[in-house]
């Protein structure tokens, strides 16, 4: 059909929205202007893989075979480059043009300008409507207003245009219900979010059917043909069909919203009316002349959706069931090779040196680049599915760092580098102090933050001060270092001692000390103080050192601090040939036939003796031998005859007996009864001081001298 063309110019929107048709016969027209002298549109696409075959005659190259496809279906992806390579090596041509009015995936220009270079040429969209301006290919009227109708309804949807179909749809199709789902899909099974995912091509594959209206007698309804076997006689049976009947009775056409879409016809419309007129009169068990069809009616079943999706970078499939709302997808991650151009683009472009070194790692769904320049290391993580930057790390070599710092500072010494996750500090010796420097490892730029006193001059200003206040003399700077990069720390010697200073590295005020002087140091000052010393053991503490001497009667425990300013007596005490003399003549004067049976050292001296008529303990002052407390106490054989002697003279008993005699030590007193010829005579002594405390005495014979002597008994136990 002829159609009239207006002065128009072209556009990318305008070629992706004309079918394949109209492109091949416009593209045929534009080789004839391009100088091809035979160009043929090939009958049988599916069977050949290409479109057109042309050829012309190049004056430097000679003969040329071209051979062309249109890719309709969205975006042409590297997989789509490869199939069409290979069809051009079977028909043996120079070359191939590969027509995607949608455009190529990055992955598809990237393969076919490292493997196809000068062997596929891609057209897209843009590259096709400047060819059709340049050489005078006007679109038609006609394409024009479809494109401009298609673009309103379209509004929103990336890559898919509104198709018009020629029968309305049985039931509803949403575009966007399908994105929805498929996109729901799609998250909750890689780690991919919702803004990252578009549609860049959608083909819907519909299903032809017929809604058959009929009586037979006083019977009518309409019926759906399906298929041969797939046809439901009443639909008014069914409420959600009834509706969806009603509803495409109403219509003559249904939009909806594609790349492209695909009819399969089930059967031919003669078909359907027969299988129905088959199916009606088995069901109502008449003949199939009682029944009349009153109209038929084509719609359309939308059966499935090919979804082509972009992923971020990515690129996926997706196959929906639309009956039963089942969705297939896969998504493969991006090739290692799209990785690592990225990273080569984002750390050149940042450190403008060239990438020395690099390699891949995956890390769960995350794909790691890492790699070198001269300067810099770097560490580039994306994810795998999406190609989305997730994080960037370009850090500094310590090379890098030593030569900055040694061309910054030609003769500088590096104390101390502190490294953070950007940032580095350093403390830098030079001539003039110790400079602090922050580096910016992200990029090599660094400033002074601040500058330190040398430290050979601080320690030349606190020398002295430490010198006259403590006993070291002497002192000599061994090392320094710079802590949190504002302090500085000196250690210095002698044979006195050591001494660490920490002092303000801005002005360098003292601000903490120790001192420790040596072993034979505080010898020597104790020596000062307490003249000379017979040293028999020296323990060294924390802080301190104890020296235990020797004079002629004591064991003395001298402490001195280890800076030497406290020096103090902690212990002394006699030792113990000395307490052995003291406590010798001490048991004497109790009883002159007592004797020492043990000697310990507690808190103070303990002294245990015992005798015929005493024994106890004595407490001696630990340093003095001063007696501090006398525990005597009568021993049992002179308690007994203490009380014989005092029964004998009192009562005239000359033959008496102990029946019993019962010690209670921690009480401190003794219970005796004695057996006379006439009565039992009972006595509680106390064994500290010999007195008898109570006696009593009962009849050996008598009426009452029973009942007296129980209740004795009870008292002297």
Known sequence: MKCMVISMGWSRDLVVVASREFLTGAIIELLKRMGFKEQERVLKRGEWGIDIVAIRDDPISGTEKVVMLIHSKGLATSKDVNVFADVIEKHKADRG????????????????????????????????????????????????????????ASSGRKGLVSIELDAPLLFDFSTDVLKRRVIDHVTSAYPVKAEEIEISGLRLVLSSAYIVSWSAGDQKDRAVVFSKDSIILRSSSDEKLKSA????????????????????????????????????????????????VLDRKKVYVPKEAYLELEVGDNRGRARVDLRRWKIEFSLDPLPDEYFLSAARELVEGRVGEKITSMEVRVDGWKIKVLGKTKRFNFEVSFNKFTGKLLGTDVLMNEEAIKDLFKKAYPRGKIIEMERGRKVLVADIETSKGIIVVELDLTNAEYREIRKLVPPKKAFKAIKPLIEENFPVKGLKLKSYAVKDHKFIELEAESRDGKVRVKVDGLSGDVLDYVVEITQERARELLTEKYGELKVVKVEEGEVEYVFTVDDEQHHVKLLISKDGRLIREIDRVLKREVVEEIAEKLVKEIEEEASIKAISLNQNWEVEFSGSKYVGTLVLERASGEVLEKRVRHTEMAVKESFIGHIQKKYGEKDLQIERLTHY??????????????????GKIDTKSGKILSEDYVPIKGIGSKIKRMQLEGKYR
């Not at 509803?247 to 492209?260: G, P």
């Open 97 to 152: 043009i590969l027509v995607s009015p949608a455009g190529f995936t990055k992955d598809a220009r990237l393969l076919i300008s490292r493997e196809y270079r000068g062997r596929i040429v891609p057209w897209d969209g843009d590259r096709l409507a400047t060819l059709f301006q340049n050489y005078g290919i006007e679109p038609t009227e006609e394409l024009i207003e479809r494109a401009k109708e298609l673009k309103k």
């Open 245 to 292: 009947v009603r509803k495409a009775m109403l219509n003559d056409s249904s939009i909806v919203v594609a790349s492209e879409k695909e009819t399969e016809v089930v059967l031919s419309p003669s078909e359907a009316v027969l299988f129905f007129k088959g199916k009606a009169s088995q069901e109502l068990n008449i003949p199939e002349l009682k029944i009349k």
């Open 665 to 682: 030590e921690e009480e401190g007193y003794i219970v005796i009864k004695l057996a006379g010829a006439e009565n039992y005579y009972y």
